[in-house]
């Protein structure tokens, strides 16, 4: 049995393995993936701190492997300038974003139809232009009330799996992972966010959880853009 298929408890793994096999762990994690699903497997990167980890991770497997990233109008200057130099540096990386008119404030009167349209559509467009049967995320089970709940490996829309190499890291870890290896972060964290999102969506926050201060004030406080809660494929209409 491959580490695809491992039923490890994943609770234990945050807590009994070291950094280093924490980082042998995520590398057969996208080694073995990019083994099975090639070139249909690409890389979802917000350039967020775990998106650009998972992102060297990724580069360390194969130069090769693509990536996606969706960005929207409403990202603060400096994430849209450190993207332009990921991209530059990277050119398989492909923006998404969406122009789709929509009303003023929709962040603040309906923030999960403003995520819908700003970054749950331009995923699934990416997902299907670039064919992907496999994307790579970020996504840590320590990071928020939200993400505990998550596999390793899943496949919550049918025909595309969904691998999350570096679920089991904690926060410092992640911080250790790009400093050891000289990974370049969006200069906004030197500010003190821990999360990085759209602009008035993202706050500086002492709070505990890492998540705390993405959408203050709204019901999706500490929450999700949707993009690893809702499908992503088979849609009817435009599923927002
Ligand atoms: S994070 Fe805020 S501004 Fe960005 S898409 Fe979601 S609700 Fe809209």
Known sequence: MGILENKDDIKGLVDNLNFKEKVERALALIKEAYKKYGDSLVVANSVGKDSVCVWDLAKKVSPKIRGFIVT?????????????????????????????????????????????????????RAIEEMRVKCWITGLRCTEGRTRTDFKEVEERDKGLIKLNPILIWKEREVWQYLALNGVKINPLYAEGYRSLGCEPCTHITPDEDERAGRWIGTSKCGGECGIHTRPLKNIDGDGI
């Open 72 to 124: 929207t109008r409403f990202k603060p200057k400096e994430t849209i300038k450190f993207m332009k130099k990921i991209v530059a540096q990277y050119p398989e990386l492909k923006i998404y974003k969406s122009d789709a008119k929509i009303p003023d404030k929709l962040y603040e009167t309906d923030p999960d139809k403003c995520c819908d349209i700003l970054k749950v559509e331009p995923t699934r």
